[in-house]
């Protein structure tokens, strides 16, 4: 069974497969927190500056009514391309900039289960990533981050050996150009919007 996401205003929609993610992790790193406040969504992050995301394929993404609102933006020219919604600038997903590597980071924020299902679908958000920059004090997860990170690795490497990142719907097929050209924000920009230094 598919797990549906959308945008906050709804035009945007889409699916994602369970069968497809690799794990779940809740990210503390300045850029995405500088992500949310760019778009004016800090609404996403959880208390202590957290993005909650679903690590997956991005085969195992499909966007099914407005995509013509999808767009994206990256915090510096080789940075990761940051998936959002033009109509209501809800963070969708974070894609690498190389469409040979099939990871998708997808943002808990816009799936519209409710939390138990999406638990069910995806496991429990259990593993912290990068607690360093986190706004208020998160307590690290070695065990469960390492083992994330092995089956990030391994699930890449598996969708790889597969070909499966040769279906994406962040790139034009067979090119490795984004279907939207993504705005690079300037450092200014970038800068103000980037949390400081919580030590
Ligand atoms: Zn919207
Ligand atoms: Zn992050």
């Given at each position: 069974m598919t797990i549906a996401l959308q945008c906050s205003c709804g035009h945007l929609q889409g699916t994602l497969e369970p069968?497809?993610?690799?794990a779940r992790v809740v990210c503390y790193c300045r850029d995405c927190q500088a992500y949310a406040r760019l778009l004016g969504?800090?609404?996403?992050?959880?208390?202590?500056?957290?993005s909650d995301i679903v690590a997956m394929q991005?085969?195992?993404?499909?966007?099914?009514?407005?995509?013509?609102?999808l767009t994206c933006l990256s915090l510096?020219?080789?940075g990761p391309l940051r998936w959002h919604s033009a109509c209501c600038n809800t963070p969708l997903a974070n894609t690498a900039?190389?469409?040979?590597?099939?990871?998708a980071g997808v943002l808990?924020?816009?799936?519209?289960?409710?939390p138990s299902a999406t638990d069910r679908a995806f496991?429990?958000?259990r593993v912290a990533v990068n607690?360093?920059?986190?706004?208020r004090a998160v307590r690290p997860t070695r065990r469960h981050t390492a083992a994330a990170v092995c089956r990030i690795g391994a699930g890449v490497l598996l969708a790889k050996l597969r070909h499966r990142?040769?279906?994406?719907?962040?790139?034009?097929a067979g090119t490795s150009r984004p279907v939207v050209e993504p705005r690079i924000v300037a450092r200014a920009e970038r800068e103000a919007a980037t949390p400081a230094d919580h030590g």
């Open positions: 069968r497809d993610a690799y969504r800090e609404d996403v992050l959880d208390a202590c500056g957290g991005p085969a195992g993404l499909r966007f099914t009514a407005g995509a013509d609102r510096s020219p080789r900039r190389d469409p040979r590597l099939p990871y808990v924020a816009c799936i519209t289960a409710d496991g429990p958000a607690t360093g920059s986190a706004t990142h040769r279906d994406t719907p962040f790139f034009i």
